[in-house]
């Protein structure tokens, strides 16, 4: 793993975090494979389907409209120490408005249940302090019992049921 290269990394026991830059995003978008050797790494997260690649070509779109405050709303990718692979992402959904946000997160299936996202939240709400961040909003589909799991390990609370299940954390 190339730690020089990652810019703005958060560390903990396991992981390695360090987000989508204009640079890099491009460079992933463009090339998967010169992404990887440049990094140091493996690609093992999420599925790239055609709605996350989606996703990361208007990402990168957002992020060279808005150097000044992407590492509030730009993805973090999850690297595992042991192996060098990413398994997963991580980010807050927007900037900050009166100090709220919203975070979202996913993970390669293969690595569930062994701690590594509630590893990766403890460490990214603590970042999302140094932010400016106060209060962080969540939601689940009723059914995704792991992430719920994840969620109130991290102390958030269950806040309101719609289609979704809403969930909130002070960080004060």
Same mark, same amino acid.
């Given at each position: 793993? #190339?730690?020089?290269?990652?810019? #703005?990394?958060? +560390? @903990? ?7 989508? *830059?204009?640079?890099?995003?491009? =460079? ?9 050797? %440049?990094?140091? /790494? ?8 055609? =709605?996350?690649?989606?996703? =990361? *070509? *208007?990402?990168?779109?957002? /992020?060279?409209?808005? @150097? ?5 709303? *730009? +993805? ?8 060098? &692979?990413? /398994?997963?992402? /991580? ?6 408005? &009166?100090?709220? @946000? ?5 993970? #390669?299936? &293969? ?14 709400? +603590?970042?999302? !302090?140094?932010?400016?961040?106060? @209060?962080?909003?969540?939601? %689940? &589909? ?9 969620? !109130? ?20």
């Amino acid at each position: 793993m #190339n730690l020089d290269r990652m810019q #703005n990394r958060i +560390e @903990t026991e396991r992981l390695v975090m360090f987000p989508f *830059t204009r640079e890099n995003i491009s =460079l992933f978008n463009r090339d998967l494979r010169e992404f990887e050797k %440049t990094f140091g /790494i493996v690609y093992d997260g999420e599925e790239l389907n055609y =709605l996350l690649k989606e996703f =990361l *070509t *208007t990402l990168e779109r957002v /992020i060279c409209s808005d @150097t000044r405050h992407y590492l509030v709303f *730009t +993805e973090y990718l999850i690297v595992l120490k042991e192996n060098d &692979h990413v /398994i997963g992402s /991580i980010g807050y959904e927007y900037t900050p408005r &009166h100090g709220v @946000t919203e975070v979202g997160y996913g993970l #390669n299936p &293969h690595y569930r249940s062994r701690g590594y996202m509630t590893e990766a939240l403890t460490a990214f709400l +603590e970042f999302g !302090k140094t932010l400016g961040i106060r @209060t962080v909003l969540a939601y %689940t &589909h009723p059914d995704n019992i792991k992430s719920q799991n994840v969620l !109130k390990r991290c102390g958030f609370r269950f806040i309101i049921r719609d289609e979704d299940l809403w969930w909130e954390k002070d960080l004060d």
